[in-house]
Nanobody, 123 residues
Framework: QVQLVESGGGSVQAGGSLRLSCAAS????????MAWFRQAAGKQREWVAM???????TYAESVQGRFTISRDNTKSTLYLQMNNLKPEDTAMYYC?????????????????WGQGTQVTVSS
């Protein structure tokens, strides 16, 4: 069983920055694909960024160049640095773990989820 706990959400003005963290339990964090998803009110959950256990990172087009995903395997922690935030980035952000080295795009491909952290960007 893996537990994921997100933190770092909040309210910022457009153009601002936030850094999300996701602390994971368990000893095999380094072998998991880790990802960030988000879900805005009334919309489906969508992937934002993912970091495979091999070290490869992938970003949704909407956040490319503004968000950076990283991980510290020594701390079993995943991060999402979000810069130049836009009102359309407003959503609940979720950390997810897939118990394989490679990543996938669909939420159903992930085994564990955190409780989410709210990000609100005002114009």
């Amino acid at each position: 069983q893996v537990q994921l706990v997100e933190s770092g959400g909040g309210s910022v003005q457009a153009g601002g920055s936030l850094r999300l963290s996701c602390a994971a339990s368990g000893r095999t964090f380094s072998t998991y694909c880790m990802a960030w998803f988000r879900q805005a009110a009334g919309k489906q959950r969508e992937w934002v960024a993912m970091h495979s256990a091999y070290g490869y990172t992938t970003y949704a087009e909407s956040v490319q160049g503004r968000f950076t995903i990283s991980r510290d395997n020594t701390k079993s922690t995943l991060y999402l640095q979000m810069n130049n935030l836009k009102p359309e980035d407003t959503a609940m952000y979720y950390c997810a773990a897939r118990v394989t080295w490679s990543c996938a795009l669909g939420p159903n491909d992930y085994n564990y989820w955190g409780q989410g952290t709210q990000v609100t960007v005002s114009s």
